[in-house]
């Protein structure tokens, strides 16, 4: 049969229990039921007064079992109709995709991670979380793998895409997501540095990393902009990024700081370096 039949008229929604029915037959969710108003509860679809729960319509949406969406990327898990919303939430098989037009290609992160590599080309850096890596500044995507050893968190599979823009420009913009199908339990934030000229060096940081399936292609998250050449012919600007972890622990620690989480994203200010390591090769 058509699930159809199995939302709820009003938010098309499916059915769970409590299901209720008006006299004329049409069933509502408990949400919509609540929402009625007065004491002598009118349906919204044609005013007709609300009967007691229909106990028969919730045996038959406890028994309809569906397929998950994912079943061709691997999920062979049979739910319940009015649950299967939550389960894709969290499903392990749900895919990402590669933003290029016209590729198609969606599976697991770690194959596309192998995507990328043979298909597309891009260079790909693997990190440690916390400790710095160089990036040169090059129009194009930069593949970036997590390889941390932390035994809490499956490091080996976090993937994040560095987007350098602009490539026609001599400032380029600076993007960072992280490929996930679900949002993750705990955040990640990053920051990156540059030197543009001698005695010169900027940084910007990044509170938490946007994830992102690209589903609907790399997202616009630019969140600063570098040149692609040192002043004076100095060579290629090379970007030093810093990849870590931010626990749910941590986050709760800074709410009770006063720290203002409504703003993601902090650009340091260009400063004079005294010490040697923030001066040019």
Not at 76 to 94: D, M, N, R, W
Not at 161 to 175: F, K, N, Q, T
Request: one cysteine or more; a negative charge.
């Amino acid at each position: 049969m058509g699930t159809d039949v199995l939302d709820c008229p009003i938010c098309s929604t499916p059915l769970s229990p409590p299901i209720f029915q008006c006299s004329l037959g049409h069933f509502l969710c408990s949400a919509c039921h609540d929402k009625l108003p007065g004491t002598d509860r009118a349906c919204g679809m044609c005013s007709r007064p609300v009967l007691d729960r229909c106990h028969g319509v919730e045996r038959i949406v406890g028994s309809v079992l569906v397929p998950c969406s994912y079943a061709l990327h691997g999920c062979t898990a049979a739910i319940l109709y009015h649950q299967k919303g939550e389960h894709e939430k969290v499903c392990l098989h749900a895919p990402c995709f590669c933003p290029e037009n016209g590729s198609g290609f969606a599976s697991t992160t770690e194959a596309l991670l192998g995507h990328f590599t043979a298909k597309h080309d891009w260079p790909i850096t693997a990190f440690k979380y916390y400790e710095p890596f160089d990036v040169p500044v090059k129009a194009g995507v930069h593949i970036l793998h997590g390889s941390g050893e932390e035994v809490e968190k499956d490091n080996d599979s976090d993937l994040f895409l560095l987007h350098i823009g602009y490539p026609d420009a001599p400032l380029h913009s600076v993007s960072l997501v992280r490929v996930q199908a679900h949002a993750q339990e705990y955040g990640v934030g990053c920051s990156v540095g540059f030197s543009w000229f001698m005695g010169q060096y900027q940084v910007a940081t990044l509170d938490f990393i946007r994830t992102s399936s690209l589903s609907n292609g790399l997202p616009k998250c630019s969140f600063c902009i570098v040149p692609e050449v040192r002043r004076g012919g100095g060579g290629p600007v090379m970007l030093s990024v810093t990849i870590g972890i931010n626990t749910e622990e941590d986050e709760e620690d800074d709410n009770k700081e006063g720290d203002d989480d409504d703003s993601h994203v902090k650009v340091g200010e260009n400063k004079e370096e005294d010490e040697a390591s923030h001066k040019a090769d």
